[in-house]
């Protein structure tokens, strides 16, 4: 199998659809964690589709693309924190914060995405490391993600867009916090 991850650009909007065809990717467009949640759930699909086309318009790239054999297989939201507003009005995470929410140089991971018939390849680990290299080479000083522990406990598939514990732990994320025995608040230093 060769993987091939590549920025996900306003050329791969196909691509990037059909990568997170699963869950709740097609109606959230990866919108989640970039506009209030009264405002998420005012927005209509074609809305979401129409400020994804936007974003992967800009550089650098909200996400990376993992292709298999050509096949877009799986997508990860890497970029500065704090357009990702989201993650400031979620209390599980918001208190636990140590960097100022206006800080460009913090960076966050927020979404995966792994279509069905390749998860078990090792994407997310691969896109993981993807993402960790994007931000340093965009500047970013420090990068955060927010995964499941499944070892604290079962979660559906659609819980684990999010990330896995085990996933960040091995590309050596430290935990900030747990609002959750189950969830976490993990952090990256790319530069002092």
């Known amino acids: ?3 091939e991850i590549l920025p996900a ?3 791969r909007f196909d691509a990037a659809t059909h990568a997170f065809a699963h869950g709740d990717g097609p109606s959230c467009q990866c919108q989640w964690w970039m506009v209030r949640p009264s ?3 005012r ?3 074609p809305e979401r589709e129409r400020m994804l086309r ?3 318009a800009t550089d650098p790239a909200p996400a990376l693309l993992a292709y298999t054999d050509d096949d877009a297989a799986g997508w990860v ?3 500065p924190r704090p357009p990702q507003t989201r993650i400031f009005r979620t209390r599980a995470f918001s208190g636990l914060l140590a960097e100022p929410a206006d800080d460009a140089d913090m960076w966050a991971i927020t979404c995966f995405a792994v279509r069905r018939e390749h998860r078990g390849e090792g994407l997310m680990s691969r896109l ?3 993402a960790i290299a994007h931000a340093r080479d965009h500047g970013a000083r420090v990068i955060e993600g927010y995964p499941v522990d499944t070892a604290a406990g079962r979660h559906s598939d659609a819980e684990l867009y999010h990330g896995t514990m085990s996933v960040f732990e091995a590309a050596g994320f430290a935990v900030v916090g747990r609002p959750r025995e189950d969830r976490a608040v993990v952090a990256l230093e790319l530069r002092a």
Request: proline content about 0%.
């Open 77 to 79: 939201r890497v970029g």
């Open 9 to 11: 650009t306003a050329e």
């Open 128 to 130: 993981l490391d993807a």
């Open 43 to 45: 927005l209509r699909k």
């Open 54 to 56: 936007d974003e992967l």
């Open 39 to 41: 405002e998420f759930d």
């Open 1 to 3: 199998m060769t993987v």
